[in-house]
Nanobody
Framework: QVQLVESGGGLVQAGGSLRLSCATS????????MGWFRQAPGKEREFVVA????????YYADSVKGRFTISRNNAKSTVYLQMNSLKPEDTAVYSC???????????????????WGQGTQVTVSS
């Protein structure tokens, strides 16, 4: 069992930045691919970005490409999401997710992930 705990959300003005963290339990963090998803009120959960178990590969949704950066520190069992140039449409609950196994292909569907955090609220004011 893997537990994920997100932090770093908050209220920020448009154009500002936030850095989200997702701390995980367990000693097998380095064998999990990680992803960030978000869900705005009344909308379905949306893929944001994924990173491979080694950190060597990433895949971004077009809506955040060039503004968001994912990274991971396997020694700290933590994945990060640096969000710059935030827009009001980025407002959502952001959740991290873990997928076991060292896949060659990064996954973008929520059902392809095994473990989820509780989420952290990001609100971007205009």
């Amino acid at each position: 069992q893997v537990q994920l705990v997100e932090s770093g959300g908050g209220l920020v003005q448009a154009g500002g930045s936030l850095r989200l963290s997702c701390a995980t339990s367990g000693r097998t963090f380095s064998s999990y691919a990680m992803g960030w998803f978000r869900q705005a009120p009344g909308k379905e959960r949306e893929f944001v970005v994924a990173i491979s178990w080694s950190g060597g590969r990433t895949y971004y949704a077009d809506s955040v490409k060039g503004r968001f950066t994912i990274s991971r520190n396997n020694a700290k069992s933590t994945v990060y999401l640096q969000m710059n140039s935030l827009k009001p449409e980025d407002t959502a609950v952001y959740s991290c997710a873990a997928r076991s196994g060292r896949d060659l292909r990064l996954r973008i569907l929520p059902r392809e992930y095994d473990y989820w955090g509780q989420g952290t609220q990001v609100t971007v004011s205009s």
